[in-house]
């Protein structure tokens, strides 16, 4: 049986090209994983979106936050769905603006540090993404998640910055107050025990303060597609 089982994952390696992208909230994550759905024609995963649907099932259930069971248990039993519009459902119900509100993203990073929970979706990270040609953004996907990824993005910015963008795209006046909830949840991220936010030593890192989004995605399109060209060279 040993022999079968290795068959099956050399298999599923083959079947899937995954761009890790991962870096700390405000690094221009989603809008670049955006551009590159668009040019490259490749299917996303937001896996900040997952957690943070998961986040709003716990925190609608009224458990504590800090029993890692129970809320395991809650992540297990809801269904989250992803249309590629950006449309994300909890349960059949569209929490698309729900998830980004203040009561899930004061919670999320608790809720995304339990190993139980991480577990599940880790799991299911890879379910969603056994065949085709993914982006997938977060924390933890080039270290933990896809650690074979075809290529793999570490994407930072100066905090400021990030502050900036974020409040931009939030429609928030007050950016100070959006840097400190940043440097939260940085510090949290990072220092968790499990899966904690860090660079992969194979990733290739865009510092991106001075740089624009399109140029950036300028040059992880150009990337993506030097290693899909050795991969098809290697197999051919
Ligand atoms: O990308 P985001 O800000 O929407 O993510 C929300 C939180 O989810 C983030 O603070 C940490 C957590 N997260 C994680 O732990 N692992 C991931 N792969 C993605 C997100």
Redesign the pocket.
């Given at each position: 049986m040993p022999s079968l089982l290795r068959c099956s994952v050399t298999m599923s390696e083959t079947l899937v090209s995954v761009l890790a992208i991962?870096g700390p909230?405000?690094a221009g994550?989603?809008t670049i994983a955006g551009q590159l759905v668009d040019r490259l024609g490749i299917t996303r995963l937001?896996?900040?979106?997952?957690?943070?649907a998961v986040?709003l099932a716990v925190f609608r259930e009224g458990v504590d936050p800090a029993d890692a069971e129970i809320c395991a248990k809650i992540v297990q039993q809801s269904q989250v769905e992803f249309d590629q519009d950006g449309t994300v459902r909890l349960n059949g119900e569209d929490v698309t603006r729900e998830?980004?509100g203040a009561d899930v993203?004061c919670l999320?990073?608790q809720?995304?540090?339990h190993r139980e929970v991480?577990q599940v979706?880790v799991h299911l990270?890879r379910r969603i993404a056994s065949s085709g040609e993914w982006v997938v953004?977060?924390?933890?996907?080039g270290t933990v998640?896809f650690p074979d990824a075809l290529l793999k993005v570490y994407l930072t910015a100066d905090i400021a910055e990030r502050a900036r963008r974020r409040a931009e795209q939030d429609s928030v006046t007050e950016q100070s107050l959006v840097e400190s909830e940043i440097r939260r949840?940085d510090i949290?991220?990072s220092t968790?025990i499990v899966?904690p936010?860090r660079q992969a030593e194979d990733a290739v890192v865009f510092e991106s303060t001075f740089l624009s989004i399109d140029e950036v995605t300028d040059r992880i399109t150009r990337l993506w597609k030097e290693r899909c060209e050795q991969k098809d060279g290697g197999e051919g």
């Amino acid at each position: 049986m040993p022999s079968l089982l290795r068959c099956s994952v050399t298999m599923s390696e083959t079947l899937v090209s995954v761009l890790a992208i991962d870096g700390p909230v405000g690094a221009g994550k989603s809008t670049i994983a955006g551009q590159l759905v668009d040019r490259l024609g490749i299917t996303r995963l937001d896996t900040g979106a997952l957690y943070r649907a998961v986040t709003l099932a716990v925190f609608r259930e009224g458990v504590d936050p800090a029993d890692a069971e129970i809320c395991a248990k809650i992540v297990q039993q809801s269904q989250v769905e992803f249309d590629q519009d950006g449309t994300v459902r909890l349960n059949g119900e569209d929490v698309t603006r729900e998830i980004r509100g203040a009561d899930v993203t004061c919670l999320v990073s608790q809720i995304s540090a339990h190993r139980e929970v991480r577990q599940v979706l880790v799991h299911l990270q890879r379910r969603i993404a056994s065949s085709g040609e993914w982006v997938v953004e977060g924390r933890d996907i080039g270290t933990v998640v896809f650690p074979d990824a075809l290529l793999k993005v570490y994407l930072t910015a100066d905090i400021a910055e990030r502050a900036r963008r974020r409040a931009e795209q939030d429609s928030v006046t007050e950016q100070s107050l959006v840097e400190s909830e940043i440097r939260r949840r940085d510090i949290s991220d990072s220092t968790r025990i499990v899966s904690p936010l860090r660079q992969a030593e194979d990733a290739v890192v865009f510092e991106s303060t001075f740089l624009s989004i399109d140029e950036v995605t300028d040059r992880i399109t150009r990337l993506w597609k030097e290693r899909c060209e050795q991969k098809d060279g290697g197999e051919g």
